[in-house]
């Protein structure tokens, strides 16, 4: 079995991805900022991606890297960089210096426009610095990505359970569900050599937003009413979020520039290999969504 070192393992997609990767046998290294609860086949190292020390703990003995940790919220570009770029390169020195030669990293699809917001910047520039490497790497761009335990699209949820649902200007956009993705990164431990991948649920042309916000609306039995939010409206509803919300507001003025991007579609279609999405999104939909009524989140 591959010892792998995961970074972002006590997030919503590392979670998922840490279920897997015992399913299958994998002894784990995971980073961690708080103590975690023992779990079988995870060595749990204390540290944060500023820490050198910590990063080369993670990475003794290991066989591969899964980069999922960053930030999707940040206060400016600095912050961005910090822990996307800065973050990234820290990672790539500590298993370049253990060496380990396999390193698979989570961007975003957000990379394929990184003028629209400094979220996306930040990610194209740390994927340019895992390809500069001399790892035997790959890169997956996920779209927006789904399934129990994630906070990013809990509001959507709770505006189809109220029947309203407030959307950004007329677009498209693509989906994963955390358990498909999961399964991608561990198949790219073994496959996909250097390539930039594009995932996800396989919907030909990918979802309008006003169609996906009433499927969400069938999840809770009603017919979900939908309005697109202009530009201008959204960049306001971003100030007086982070006025209520502060740090923890999800709708900031960085992100409202690329939600106001009109395609955020997957390009073309995975390359050959062992990966196909098996999560249809409306099932998918209605277990999250159950998952988020028994943990009392809607």
Do not use: C
């Amino acid at each position: 079995m591959t010892v792998i070192a995961i970074t972002g393992a006590t997030g919503f997609v590392g979670g998922h991805l840490l279920t897997q990767a015992a399913a299958a046998g994998h002894p784990v290294r995971a980073l961690t900022r708080r103590p975690q609860p023992d779990r079988t086949g995870v060595t749990w190292i204390a540290g944060a991606l500023d820490d050198p020390a910590s990063l080369a703990a993670l990475v003794e003995g290991a066989d591969a890297v899964i980069h999922v940790a960053g930030a999707v919220n940040a206060p400016d570009r600095t912050g961005f960089a910090r822990a996307n770029i800065d973050g990234t390169a820290a990672v790539l020195a500590a298993g370049t210096d253990a060496g380990i030669t396999r390193f698979v990293h989570v961007s975003s699809l957000s990379a394929r426009e990184p003028q629209l917001s400094d979220y996306g910047w930040s990610k194209l520039q740390g994927e340019n610095v895992v390809a500069a490497s001399a790892l035997d790497w790959s890169i997956v761009r996920p779209p927006a990505i789904y399934g129990p335990g994630d906070h990013e699209m809990l509001e959507i949820f709770r505006m189809a359970a109220r029947g309203l649902v407030l959307l950004p200007p007329s677009g498209r956009f693509s989906i994963i569900a955390a358990e498909d993705l999961a399964r991608l990164l561990l198949l790219q431990l073994t496959h996909y050599d250097r390539q930039i991948l594009e995932a996800d649920d396989g919907t030909p042309g990918g979802w309008d937003y006003h169609v996906f916000a009433r499927l969400l609306g069938t999840m809770f039995d009603r017919r979900a009413r939908t309005l697109s939010m202009p530009g201008p409206l959204l960049a306001l509803g971003a100030r007086i979020d982070g006025l209520i919300r502060g740090k923890g507001a999800k709708l900031t003025p960085d992100r409202v520039g690329y939600l106001r991007h009109p395609d955020w579609v997957v390009h073309g279609t995975m390359p050959d290999g062992p990966w196909r999405p098996q999560v249809a999104t409306p099932a998918g939909l209605r277990a999250t969504a159950a998952w988020y009524r028994a943990h009392g989140w809607l």
